[in-house]
Every structure is written in structure tokens, then in C-alpha cells.
């Protein structure tokens, strides 16, 4: 078995290599680049299974870094990427992570602090990887009581869930291998799909009624979604069955911390921000930080936009 391969990126050459060193004791291969640019030119021959990124550097910083390659190199967002700074403050470490880093180290570099979190990350790469593939991705996908349907660049559709199936049955859509319908409906479907896939809207919505049955159609898009061939995604929900919300699934779905969880779900059920801090047993101030978090986690930039994406899924556990 090959030993995991770590890229380092950090224009100060002795810190590099020192790093370098400590790393190659630990029994891990390490990939040395002086910059950003540098570091672009190594990423695939071979590919690393983590990332240490120096934040200041000339040229292209870190943070700069990390916004490519979220953007133009989705493929990689399951490698872990790690910050090295000499700056400790709170502020700048919640810039990190709002970069979409995955941890950081501040610097003097604890080196034994360094190896326990590569090894901490790289088991946790592992044990994703080793749930199941596709079927993992999907897995939360399929518990959920909206449905979810995800689509390619073609409109294929690459998974639909088991809510998503039933729902369709009772709005007269089909699945396979696209999704349609008859009539104005199914029409307006069509072109709602159209316009999401060609990039022209970043979502949409319509309703579908069948005699005394409605069922509310979301579509988006998405960069890197829940399956790497997925580009779009509809959600189907029935309006006269919605149940509670499980801080679990938002945790599955978005990357929720259970603190976040609890935060996004009072929020979407009315609660003001005081009354979150009083039921959760924190101060406002907790409240916000954690509220700025799911912010970002989902997207979304005001209370009323959290609120109308996480009501638009119905989600709780059902059963398997």
C-alpha cells in the first residue's frame, strides 16, 4: 500500500523543509512547492491525498488558492485542505474556514499537532470512501420524505430517491431515463429543466396538480454536488405533508456541525434569534456566529433565505 502523499505549499524554503522532514519520518510522501503556481503544476502527476497551504505568499496567496480550486477544480474538493498561518486570531482563523478551508495550523508549527490532524483528516477521507461509493453519497438522499432527483448534463436522471418516486406517481411524471410529463404541465417542467441545466437561472420553481393533489417542483443547480455526475438537482414536495425537520439530515445535507443543525432548524421554525440563544441554552452572540456559519454552509445570506430553502425540504428520517 502507498504511502498517502501530502503537497506542501510554503514559499519560506527551510520551514518547507523541515516540514518536509517530519512528515517523511511519519511515514508520508511529500510533494514540495514554493508557491501557488508552482503547486497548480503538481496537482495531478500524481494527485495528493492532502494539502498544506501557507496562507501569505507572493503572487497567488492561499486564500486565493483555495477560491480556484473550489471553483475550477471541483473534483478535488474531497482532498483536505489545510491552512498554515502565522496568524492566530479568531478573526482570521473564522476567515479560514469561511474560505472553505478544511483546518489550520498556526505557526510556530507544533509538529505533533501536525501529524495527529493529518492523520485525523486522512481517516476521515478513509472511512467516507470506504462507506459505500455511490451508495453512501446517496444514502441521505434516500431517507428523506421530499424527493430529490438528481440530474446530469444531459437531463439524465442519476438518482431519484424513494420519496421522489412516489411523488412522481401521484403528479404524473416520469423518471426514466428523463424527466417528463403531459400536458401545460409537463411542458413547463421541461422548460424549467432547460433553463436550469443551461446555467440561465440559479432556480426555479412551479407547481404540478393532479385533481386534488399538488406537488411543488424546485430545480438548481450545483458545481460540486452530492454525486460527482450530478450537475442539477429537483426536489418534490407535497405541501399538505410536511413534518418536522431533523437537525441530522441538515447536518448530512450541508455539512451542519449539531450545533449548526439546532440553529438552522429553530430558525426555519420562526424563532427569533433570542429565542434560539434561550432555547439552546447559549448567549445571542453564540447564536450569530453559528447563524453566519449555516450562512455559508447552505448559500443562503439573510434569516428569510434560510428559511424559505430549508422549508422547501421537508426533511426528516424516514424509514429505511
Not at 128 to 153: I, K, M
Not at 270 to 293: C, E, I, K, Y
Request: glycine share 8%; net charge negative; charged share 25%.
Amino acid at each position: 500500500m502507498n504511502a498517502p502523499l501530502i503537497l506542501c505549499i510554503e514559499d519560506e524554503p527551510s520551514l518547507r523543509d523541515d516540514i518536509a522532514a517530519e512528515l517523511g519520518e511519519a511515514g508520508y510522501e511529500v510533494i514540495q512547492a514554493a508557491d501557488a503556481r508552482d503547486a497548480l503544476e503538481r496537482l495531478d502527476d500524481p494527485r495528493p491525498d492532502l494539502i498544506l497551504c501557507d496562507i501569505v505568499m507572493p503572487g497567488i496567496d492561499g486564500r486565493a488558492l483555495l477560491a480556484h480550486l473550489r471553483s475550477a477544480r471541483p473534483e478535488l474538493n474531497g482532498i483536505p485542505f489545510v491552512f498554515l498561518t502565522a496568524l492566530s486570531s479568531r478573526e482570521q482563523m473564522i476567515e479560514g474556514r469561511r474560505a472553505g478551508a478544511d483546518d489550520y495550523l498556526t505557526k510556530p508549527i507544533d509538529y505533533d499537532l501536525l501529524r495527529a490532524m493529518i492523520a485525523a483528516r486522512l481517516d476521515q477521507v478513509a472511512r467516507l470512501r470506504s462507506a459505500g461509493g455511490r451508495e453512501a453519497e446517496t444514502d441521505a438522499l434516500d431517507r428523506l420524505t421530499v424527493g430529490v432527483v438528481l440530474l446530469d448534463a444531459e437531463g439524465n436522471v442519476r438518482h431519484a430517491n424513494r420519496a421522489a418516486r412516489d411523488l412522481a406517481r401521484v403528479a404524473g411524471i416520469t423518471l426514466e431515463p428523463r424527466v417528463a410529463g403531459t400536458g401545460e404541465g409537463g411542458r413547463r417542467l421541461t422548460a424549467l429543466i432547460a433553463r436550469i441545466l443551461s446555467g440561465s437561472e440559479g432556480g426555479a420553481a412551479l407547481w404540478l396538480e393532479d385533481h386534488a393533489r399538488r406537488v411543488m417542483v424546485l430545480g438548481r443547480p450545483f458545481g460540486a454536488g452530492p454525486t460527482r455526475d450530478a450537475v442539477a438537482m429537483l426536489t418534490l414536495s407535497d405541501p399538505d405533508r410536511q413534518e418536522a425537520l431533523d437537525p441530522a439530515v441538515l447536518r448530512q445535507l450541508f455539512d451542519l456541525t449539531p450545533t449548526e443543525a439546532n440553529v438552522a432548524r429553530l430558525v426555519a421554525e420562526g424563532l427569533r434569534r433570542d429565542q434560539v440563544a434561550a432555547r439552546l441554552g447559549v448567549s445571542p452572540n453564540t447564536v450569530a456566529f453559528h447563524l453566519r456559519n449555516v450562512f455559508d454552509k447552505t448559500g443562503t445570506r439573510r434569516q428569510a433565505d434560510l428559511m424559505a430553502l430549508i422549508l422547501s425540504m421537508p426533511m426528516t428520517w424516514s424509514d429505511p
